[in-house]
């Protein structure tokens, strides 16, 4: 085998190599979205602040906020409270409705909704 022979086996094994390690890295990507984008999996319920107050709201969804809504006075004429969920990371409307409750007695119901005005 002449030197021009053994220089070009070499030659063909480093692009070999090279191109080995480069199927290697498109096979084992850390994405599986045909875009080449990032997925980014963020839960629904993040780490909140232990001094916020959870509320369960009328349709058994969990809210996080910064005031205890149960010991809070809502005023008679705007029974509407705006306040910003720290599950949701939005603001809510937090509504209070003396009604019949499941077991047929009476008390406080949580009626939240987004606010419209984000």
């Not at 191109?19 to 875009?35: E, K, M, R, Y």
């Not at 006075?73 to 720290?86: D, E, S, V």
């Amino acid at each position: 085998m002449s030197d021009f022979e053994n220089m070009a086996c070499k030659a063909m094994a480093v692009i070999l190599i090279i191109l080995l390690c480069f199927i290697g890295v498109q096979l084992i990507g850390c994405t599986s979205a045909s875009n080449g984008a990032i997925n980014v999996n963020k839960p629904l319920i993040h780490n909140i602040d232990p001094t916020d107050y959870p509320l369960l709201g009328h349709d058994g969804e969990l809210h996080k906020f910064g005031e205890n809504l149960h010991k809070m006075i809502f005023p008679k004429h705007n029974q509407r409270l705006t306040q910003y969920c720290a599950i949701h990371f939005q603001w809510e409307n937090v509504n209070v409705v003396y009604s019949r409750m499941e077991d047929n007695q009476w008390g406080y119901k949580y009626i939240i909704t987004k606010n419209k005005k984000q």
